[in-house]
């Protein structure tokens, strides 16, 4: 179980961050694949931070329910490895040996705030992750003093939304309810997560978070993660004909990322690119190409697009 344990910390490591996490009042909230291939199995890792929208150094109010919707088309899939059939009170007492090997899927951590003051706060648990065959089976043990504190269970609502209705914690006056304030979770490449079967033209995977809270609001917030579009080949030329030589320079302010497109096709990404971007239209045949530039600048995400003719056309 050691050596288990130690091989899935190593994958998890490896983990890269995500192309963009959106930032809200209420949640930042980040989910990334560990592969940009489309159709292939992954590692995936997300990160919700919970706040008070109304004061950020005060407890978020309670998670009443909680919907994470992966990238459309893809697939978390409870057959492809082994589930975890064992109940909370067998959980409790037999710890991850409850289950059979291969159904831990990945580990995480969780934060909660129980308004307890600096003696309790944060109230941090370590958290094993397993596949229930419909639902993900989540251990918490609090790392203070090894305790395990219960289970939680989110399900498959579809092959690619996880769902839960988790129950109120117990915690401080007033309110004697704790708050989640961070779940970061992290699972290995494996046969259960899918990535989608193709990839936007823009190169970006969505995810979206909604919640609902006991004070009576729903919130959501997004991610993207990088994925690899199939790039279409240039038009071929007869021989002897036209090609450009040209190489068009577009000027733009400090972007954080840029993605080019022709005629709807990647083409090239660019990562903290200069402010001049080359457009390079060199081997291309006599004739009219549409050029989108997808330009990422803080959090926001804007299109460019022109139309360049090669070769006199």
């Given at each position: 179980?050691?050596?288990t344990?130690t091989?899935?910390?190593?994958?998890?490591?490896?983990?890269?961050?995500a192309a963009?996490?959106?930032?809200?009042?209420?949640?930042?909230?980040?989910?990334?694949?560990?592969?940009?291939?489309?159709?292939?199995?992954?590692?995936?890792?997300?990160?919700?931070?919970?706040?008070?929208?109304?004061?950020?150094?005060?407890?978020?109010?309670?998670q009443?329910r909680?919907v994470?919707?992966?990238?459309?088309?893809?697939?978390?899939?409870?057959?492809?490895?082994?589930?975890?059939?064992?109940?909370?009170?067998?959980?409790?007492?037999?710890?991850?040996?409850?289950?059979?090997?291969?159904?831990?899927?990945?580990?995480?951590?969780?934060?909660?705030?129980?308004?307890?003051?600096?003696?309790?706060?944060?109230?941090?648990?370590?958290?094993?992750?397993f596949?229930?065959?419909?639902?993900?089976?989540?251990?918490?043990?609090?790392?203070?003093d090894?305790v395990?504190?219960?289970?939680?269970?989110?399900?498959?609502?579809?092959?690619?939304?996880?769902?839960?209705t988790?129950?109120?914690q117990?915690?401080?006056?007033?309110?004697?309810?704790?708050?989640?304030?961070?779940?970061?979770?992290?699972?290995?490449?494996?046969?259960?997560?899918?990535?989608?079967?193709?990839?936007?033209?823009?190169?970006?995977?969505?995810?979206?978070?909604?919640?609902?809270?006991?004070?009576?609001?729903?919130?959501t917030?997004s991610?993207?993660?990088?994925?690899?579009?199939?790039?279409?080949?240039?038009?071929?030329?007869?021989?002897?004909?036209?090609?450009?030589?040209?190489?068009?320079?577009?000027?733009?302010?400090h972007?954080?990322?840029?993605?080019?497109?022709?005629?709807?096709?990647?083409?090239?990404?660019?990562?903290?690119?200069?402010?001049?971007?080359?457009?390079?239209?060199?081997g291309?045949?006599?004739?009219s190409?549409?050029?989108?530039?997808?330009?990422?600048e803080?959090?926001?995400?804007?299109?460019?697009?022109?139309?360049?003719?090669?070769?006199?056309?």
């Open positions: 179980m050691r050596r344990a091989a899935l910390a190593l994958v998890l490591l490896s983990l890269p961050p963009h996490a959106d930032s809200t009042p209420a949640a930042d909230f980040n989910l990334a694949f560990g592969t940009r291939a489309p159709a292939a199995a992954t590692s995936m890792a997300f990160r919700i931070v919970y706040k008070n929208p109304d004061d950020p150094n005060a407890a978020p109010s309670p009443r909680i994470i919707e992966l990238p459309r088309g893809s697939r978390i899939d409870g057959k492809a490895v082994p589930a975890c059939t064992a109940s909370d009170a067998e959980l409790q007492v037999l710890g991850p040996s409850a289950c059979p090997a291969g159904s831990r899927v990945g580990s995480g951590v969780a934060e909660l705030q129980t308004g307890g003051g600096p003696a309790f706060d944060p109230f941090i648990d370590d958290v094993d992750i596949n229930g065959g419909k639902e993900l089976v989540e251990l918490f043990t609090h790392r203070r090894g395990r504190i219960g289970v939680g269970r989110r399900q498959f609502s579809s092959p690619d939304t996880l769902s839960e988790p129950p109120p117990p915690g401080a006056p007033p309110d004697f309810e704790s708050s989640v304030r961070v779940l970061d979770f992290k699972f290995a490449a494996s046969p259960f997560i899918t990535t989608p079967a193709g990839c936007p033209a823009d190169g970006e995977w969505r995810s979206k978070l909604t919640f609902d809270t006991a004070d009576g609001h729903t919130y917030a991610s993207t993660t990088p994925c690899d579009p199939d790039t279409a080949p240039a038009a071929p030329a007869h021989a002897g004909a036209c090609r450009s030589r040209r190489v068009v320079p577009v000027r733009l302010s972007p954080a990322r840029v993605t080019i497109l022709r005629d709807g096709k990647v083409v090239r990404r660019l990562r903290r690119p200069r402010t001049v971007i080359p457009v390079d239209l060199r291309l045949p006599r004739g190409y549409r050029y989108t530039l997808v330009i990422g803080g959090g926001a995400t804007r299109r460019m697009t022109r139309v360049f003719r090669t070769c006199g056309a």
